[in-house]
């Protein structure tokens, strides 16, 4: 079981197949674990991928770079194009790398910007999400297969930053008052057949070509609660974080993409129904976000009978 932050999928670099967003029938990059989940610039992260294919996880050679351009005010993208392929790339590769973020990353990707250039205007400030937060793009380029095939994809680290244009009453509340986010925890992951009374654990061996219901199941203290600054009312506001749950399967069909919860649904556990393939085995994967940026992921090998 990993951890993993937030990851962008750069859908214009694969061929569009028709199927579902669910199915893996290429390589590809699920997500991008980052240890701790939240963390101020200048500060080490743990990073690592996970790649899946329809044979199971993959552990290629990755090339890692920092995105070190903010996104042009003209774009709606979360990064700027030119993020992708050249990204600054960091001195170590591998499928998983320990290394620093920028410690400029709040003045380029937060709210508090450098000061300009004599003769250049000033730059805007990044917004901050729903949540309050602001996030370093990271390039993962994957090599899983021959030189000429490459699988990109953008993880956002969620960076601690300060609490810009909030009174100063308020600043010092919300340091009292939030708690650097964490990754959720999978506590479990189950399977039950049809007839069956019970749902097991997962890995096991399930029927072939049979609607198998699927939960997923994380720790109560997963869902955290934080303050955000209410720019309208110029006060701290208390929410809850949702949780979403990505499904993959590398054969069968699923009945939903994506569950959860949101923020006011207490409940700790997801459900999905799987149609097993007619013959395996085969692969699950899933992966469980927070809001503010934390993922959980777990992958199983799936005999089919």
Known sequence: MKHALILLVVAACRPDLGGPSSLVTEPRVLAIAAEPAEIVPGHEVALTTLIASPDGDLAPDVAWGFCSQPTPLSSNNAVGDDCIYGAASLPVRGATITTTIPIDACSIFGPTPPAPAPGEAPRRPHDADVTGGFYQPIRALAQPGSPDQLVPAIGLTRIRCDLANAPIAVVRDFGQRYVTNTNPVIASAIAQAPGEVDALELPRSLPASSPVALRVRWTDASAETFPVFDPRTRALVDHREAMRVSWYVSDGELTSDRTGRTEDEL????????????????????VVRDSRGGVAFASFTIAID
């Open 267 to 286: 409940d700790a556990f997801a459900d999905n129904v799987w149609t097993t393939p007619p013959s395996g085995p085969a692969h699950l994967w899933v």
